[in-house]
């Protein structure tokens, strides 16, 4: 009878368990398949789909992956093959970005499995429940990136690798090196576990026969075939400057990185808020993430006192490594070291935490004090780890709604882990136009406009079409396109503006994107009028002046972005530093009020400013300065008022930049601003 009662009670407490485990794995794909379109999409999400798409064309078939910072090709190319799945299916990226959410939502069930079977059901669920709505994991598959990949293959290699020392399976030793080359060649920091696996076959002596480890060298072998051909073929040229690299010093002490690396992740979700428009994340959230932090700290103590007084200390001291190696390994970076690097840590500080809360549990027997047995430890440690994820999941909702309402995806300086330092100059955030709103854009400008990219690339004009063209054409190009209603009209230039301006528009040409808006006017600056010189003469910017040995250029100055080429978009080469431009205004009636805009993109080691604006030759007022900073470049827009200086018919524009280089986009265009309406103030 007692055993029929046990058996009972172990049934109820497994059917409780996949209870929990149904109610985490519904929230954690909740948050990780909702609002699949608000993430980023980039000069590197660019150069992955082209290659991704080139395979499926049989046009290019890659031998080495993404290039590094540091300039190496140091991942084969089974990335761009894993990429090429969900393309195969759409062109649309959100596909991907679906894809590889899919595979971090199988990452938390094996979170669950390796918790469980390592130290015990209550582990395995506090950490996949405390991974499933983590923020900044959450975040980080917002994006088609190699690094989104990483969660899920490294829980599958450590829940393969934990079968194969503990179930004594063989065979599972090939496909645990098969799967430590797939994490190679998704992203470098998986070279952690080449230093794990053999400390683990040291601790637990699984059998290692020889036809599997063939069996796995092979597969590896395979893996790595493309990049060693590539190598070959061109003289083994990473070699070369992995040995320069090498040779660089660090930036940044490896203390600070290793600090930063530990805490930020939990802190940087409340300095993504901070950084939108209307940023601010709300106070429980700060304290919660505090709370959290703190949790992992304490739990990273009790897995030292496990590892130094467990019976069977094996399975901590795994765990204790997987920890520590990234700390130690990632910090000797000579080059930028960036939040995802540690991106490899998921989901060992949240078994760390369910190490932590086990203890009361097992040390509390039924009885203890009155009214407080082993349920009442659930019920407490239920409502702890609830309570954390209830404002996790609620910051994650309101900040996808505060990106779907203002438009932009921002990025703070500190996910450069060398941030503050000195050498990075960039005190403010980073901006990003979502992949929504670029769908959305691209769409309206294609049907109801018939503009296509490189007619955009003559006509559009705003920094938000900065943002916007970041993607170099990529969707426009790729993306099943929609029927054009009419041909484009040569005659029409195009604003694209965030709805925040909403008196800025030609009356009946406005179309509304929320929260962008698109304004097709026929422009009054004559585009092909400008001149230039890199040694303007005295009073150059008198309406008598003759300009005729100056240079000519059309606006915008920038280079057309082209999809097929990887790395940055490229500026605008001017001979010097300080270069004077003279263009024409043409009035055809006055009162309506007028501002000029100057759009500068340069990068971010120069520092350009507009100096000596003048209309007519008189000197005008620069009025202010917007910064609206995409990730790779800076971007500003400088503004003055010219309404009272215009005149029926040409006007004449003249100023000058200045800065640290010849490298920057020009670009110039005029708002006009609609009527005021009787009685609006």
Not at 337 to 361: E, H, N, R, S
Not at 547 to 564: F, G, H, K, Y
Request: glycine fraction near 8%.
């Amino acid at each position: 009878m007692c055993q029929v009662s046990s058996a009972v009670a172990a049934l109820k407490r497994g059917f409780g368990d996949y209870l929990l485990l149904a109610a985490i794995l519904m929230l954690g794909a909740w948050v990780r398949l909702s609002a699949l379109d608000l993430g980023w999409f980039l000069e590197d999400q660019v150069r992955d789909g082209m290659a991704a798409l080139g395979i499926l064309n049989g046009r290019d078939f890659p031998l080495v992956g993404p290039v590094v910072q540091a300039r190496l090709n140091l991942f084969g190319p089974l990335y761009f093959y894993l990429l090429a799945i969900p393309y195969g299916v759409s062109t649309n990226p959100v596909v991907g970005i679906a894809f590889l959410n899919m595979l971090n939502l199988c990452s938390i069930y094996l979170t669950y499995r390796l918790g469980n079977s390592m130290f015990g059901p209550p582990v395995g669920l506090i950490a996949s429940a405390l991974y499933a709505v983590f923020p900044m994991a959450v975040l980080s598959g917002k994006g088609l990136w190699n690094p989104g990949f990483i969660p899920f293959f490294s829980t599958l290699f450590l829940w393969t690798l934990w079968r194969l020392l503990v179930g004594r399976r063989p065979w599972t030793l090939a496909l645990v090196l098969v799967l430590l080359g797939v994490l190679l060649q998704i992203h470098l920091s998986g070279a952690i576990f080449v230093l794990l696996l053999p400390i683990a076959f040291l601790l637990y002596r699984p059998p290692l026969r020889v036809q599997p480890l063939l069996a796995g060298l092979l597969g590896v072998a395979f893996l790595f075939a493309p990049y060693v051909l590539f190598e070959i073929q061109q003289g083994f040229p990473d070699a070369r400057k992995l040995l320069t690299w090498a040779a660089d010093p660090p930036d940044v002490s490896f203390w600070a990185i290793l600090g930063r690396g530990f805490w930020r992740p939990f802190l940087l979700p409340e300095r993504l808020a901070l950084a939108l428009p209307e940023g601010g994340s709300p106070v429980i959230f700060q304290v919660v993430q505090r709370v959290e932090l703190s949790l992992v700290v304490v739990g990273l103590l009790a897995l030292v006192i496990r590892v130094i007084t467990a019976e069977d200390r094996r399975p901590y001291l795994l765990l204790a490594l997987w920890y520590a190696f990234p700390l130690v390994i990632v910090p000797l970076s000579r080059v930028g070291a960036l939040w995802y690097y540690f991106d490899i840590l998921y989901p060992a500080p949240f078994l760390a935490v369910g190490l932590l809360t086990q203890i009361p549990l097992n040390r509390c027997p039924t009885g203890y004090f009155i009214g407080w047995d082993r349920r009442w430890s659930w019920l407490a440690l239920s409502g702890v780890i609830g309570g954390l994820m209830v404002v996790q999941v609620y910051f994650l909702s309101s900040f996808q709604q505060a990106v779907s309402r203002l438009g932009v995806f921002p990025i703070p300086p500190e996910v450069i882990l060398q941030y503050p330092n000195p050498q990075w100059s960039m005190a403010t955030s980073w901006l990003n136009m979502p992949l929504r709103f670029k769908m959305a854009l691209r769409m309206r400008l294609l049907r109801e406009f018939g503009a296509d990219h490189p007619f955009l690339e003559r006509t559009a004009h705003g920094s938000m079409y900065t943002l916007f063209r970041e993607d170099k054409g990529f969707l426009m190009s790729h993306r099943s396109r929609s029927k054009l209603s009419k041909p484009a009209d040569a005659t029409l230039h195009y604003l694209l503006l965030r709805d925040d301006f909403r008196d800025s528009v030609e009356p009946g040409r406005a179309m509304v994107v929320e929260p962008y808006r698109i304004v097709a006017y026929h422009p009054m600056i004559q585009y092909e009028s400008w001149r230039w010189s890199a040694s303007p003469e005295a009073r150059w910017w008198e309406t008598g002046f003759d300009d005729a040995t100056w240079s000519q250029v059309t606006l915008p100055a920038r280079s057309v972005a082209d999809p097929s080429i990887h790395g940055g978009i490229l500026y605008t080469q001017w001979p010097s530093s300080s270069v004077a431009f003279r263009g024409w205004i043409d009035v055809p009636t006055l009162g309506q009020s007028v501002s000029l805009v100057l759009n500068i993109r340069e990068p971010y080691s120069s520092a350009h400013t507009v100096e000596a604006l003048h209309l007519n030759g008189q000197a005008i007022k620069l009025v202010h300065t917007v910064w609206s900073d995409p990730f790779y470049s800076r971007n500003f827009e400088v503004q003055a008022e010219i309404t009272p200086v215009l005149r029926l018919g040409a006007n004449l524009i003249a100023f000058e930049i200045t800065g640290t280089s010849g490298s920057f986009d020009l670009d110039v265009y005029e708002r006009r601003l609609a009527p005021q309406l009787p009685g609006r103030e």
